[in-house]
């Protein structure tokens, strides 16, 4: 480059000019034809990638649909066991003679009915026996 002449830099500019555009449009075919290469994969691995999520969304369905059929049976469970803890309670306050709440209520609703009979009714006094005199000795 020792006999560069000035007169002739406009030619260098439009040969780096030309060169450039012709690298660019090279590069650019380059990686056009790589994209196209690389585009089924891609829409593959998508594809592959949506099925993969629609069948775990499925899964989740599922197991919320057994979970809420535990959930149900666990309760109905827990409903019955109550009612026969229940009944178990009551047959032996029967048997050892205990009253129940309702047996409790049935003899409050009795003892304010006679309390309203006997309002009406003056009360009958009894008088107590007469002593008997004390023996001397």
Request: glycine fraction near 4%.
């Given at each position: 480059m020792a006999d560069f002449?000035?007169?002739?830099?406009?030619?260098?500019l439009l040969g780096a000019v030309a060169t450039?555009?012709?690298?660019?449009?090279?590069?650019a075919?380059?990686?056009?034809?790589?994209?196209?290469?690389?585009?089924?994969?891609?829409?593959?691995?998508?594809?592959?990638g949506a099925k993969a999520r629609d069948a775990?969304?499925?899964k989740v369905k599922e197991g919320a649909r057994a979970r809420?059929?535990?959930?149900a049976k666990g309760a109905q469970?827990?409903?019955?066991?109550?009612?026969?803890?229940?009944?178990?309670?009551?047959?032996?306050l029967s048997q050892m003679g205990l009253g129940t709440q309702a047996d409790i209520e049935a003899l409050g609703k009795r003892l304010d009915a006679l309390e309203k009979k006997a309002a009406g009714k003056p009360a009958a006094v009894k008088k107590a026996p007469a002593k008997k005199p004390a023996k001397k000795s």
């Open positions: 002449d000035i007169s002739s830099l406009p030619y260098l450039a555009r012709e690298e660019s449009a090279r590069l075919k380059d990686l056009v034809e790589k994209g196209k290469g690389i585009a089924p994969a891609a829409r593959e691995k998508a594809k592959e775990l969304i499925s809420d059929t535990l959930v469970r827990t409903d019955e066991l109550t009612e026969a803890v229940l009944k178990s309670l009551q047959k032996v």
